[in-house]
């Protein structure tokens, strides 16, 4: 059972759009009924079904990346959605104390946008901002249902795919510290880092990397340094470019 909160999310989630493009999430149903939901996006595993919206998003990633293989794009598409869903969420229970609820079904996702990612969603309404509410959220709501359908695309090793989710849930804690720090908002930076370390110490994420006050260092690697010109991440465990037949894993 679903427990919805009689909490103050306002419509437009305004307390959002000033962390950035990462953490809005448009509520005004503009063009919404013309794209497809993320549901639809992870429903489609064949590869060349016609009108797929998943395969339109990685051939546009893999264009603009400037590679050849699939799997890189995938990695990369996983892990800007991850950064979306888990910046709304987090910017959510951390400035509201309230989570909207993302149904995969109602929200809708833009494939031929540009970075980061469109969602929208109509109506606005509110759960619990528990770390084990924002997990189902985030991670059972849409990032599994999105490995799966991305595992048409490409093999993407399972802890590769974890480190993506950590390292998105990271990136997302550290943004809303670095505002928080900025306008003097102690309070936000103090309920951001300690969310995000509750989520990443639950099963679902623990052992992907380590947590050093705002700084995480993942175990496994997202495979960009296989993009021309790409080299390794800030928090890959790599610490400069392996040779090319590395399989992104660190151990």
Same mark, same amino acid.
Do not use: I
């Given at each position: 059972?679903?427990?919805?909160?009689?909490?103050?999310?306002?419509?437009?989630?305004?307390?959002?759009?000033?962390?950035?493009?990462?953490?809005?999430?448009?509520?005004?149903?503009?063009?919404?009924?013309? =794209?497809?939901?993320?549901?639809?996006?992870?429903?489609?595993?064949?590869?060349?079904?016609?009108?797929?919206?998943?395969?339109?998003?990685?051939?546009?990633?893999?264009?603009?990346?400037?590679?050849?293989?699939?799997?890189? +794009?995938?990695?990369?598409?996983?892990?800007?959605?991850?950064?979306?869903?888990?910046?709304?969420?987090?910017?959510?229970?951390?400035?509201?104390?309230?989570?909207?609820?993302?149904?995969?079904?109602?929200?809708?996702?833009?494939?031929?946008?540009?970075?980061?990612?469109?969602?929208?969603?109509?109506?606005?309404?509110?759960?619990?901002?528990?770390?084990?509410?924002?997990?189902?959220?985030? =991670?059972?709501?849409?990032?599994?249902?999105?490995?799966?359908?991305?595992?048409?695309?490409?093999?993407?090793?399972?802890?590769?795919?974890?480190?993506?989710?950590? #390292?998105?849930?990271?990136?997302?804690?550290?943004?809303?510290?670095?505002?928080?720090?900025?306008?003097?908002? +102690?309070?936000? %930076?103090?309920?951001?880092? #300690?969310?995000?370390?509750?989520?990443?110490?639950?099963?679902?994420?623990?052992?992907?990397?380590?947590?050093?006050?705002?700084?995480?260092?993942?175990? %496994?690697?997202? =495979?960009?340094?296989?993009?021309?010109g790409g080299g390794v991440c800030g928090d890959c465990c790599f610490p400069r470019?392996?040779?090319?037949?590395?399989?992104?894993?660190?151990?």
């Amino acid at each position: 059972m679903v427990l919805l909160l009689f909490v103050d999310l306002d419509p437009d989630l305004a307390a959002l759009r000033p962390l950035g493009g990462f953490f809005v999430l448009r509520t005004d149903g503009a063009r919404a009924d013309s =794209l497809p939901t993320l549901a639809q996006a992870y429903a489609v595993t064949a590869p060349d079904l016609p009108g797929n919206p998943l395969l339109s998003r990685l051939r546009k990633v893999a264009a603009a990346l400037g590679t050849r293989e699939m799997r890189v +794009a995938a990695s990369v598409t996983h892990q800007g959605l991850a950064a979306r869903l888990w910046s709304v969420a987090l910017g959510s229970a951390v400035l509201y104390g309230a989570v909207p609820v993302l149904d995969a079904g109602a929200l809708r996702w833009d494939p031929d946008a540009g970075a980061p990612d469109d969602l929208r969603l109509a109506g606005v309404r509110a759960l619990p901002a528990d770390a084990a509410t924002v997990e189902d959220v985030v =991670l059972r709501g849409h990032l599994d249902p999105l490995a799966t359908a991305l595992a048409a695309h490409g093999r993407l090793a399972p802890g590769l795919l974890r480190g993506n989710a950590a #390292s998105a849930l990271a990136g997302a804690a550290r943004e809303l510290d670095r505002w928080a720090r900025r306008h003097g908002r +102690a309070d936000v %930076s103090a309920r951001a880092g #300690s969310l995000a370390a509750e989520l990443l110490g639950r099963p679902a994420l623990a052992g992907a990397g380590t947590l050093t006050g705002t700084a995480f260092r993942r175990r %496994s690697c997202c =495979l960009y340094y296989r993009v021309p010109g790409g080299g390794v991440c800030g928090d890959c465990c790599f610490p400069r470019p392996p040779r090319s037949s590395a399989r992104g894993a660190c151990g």
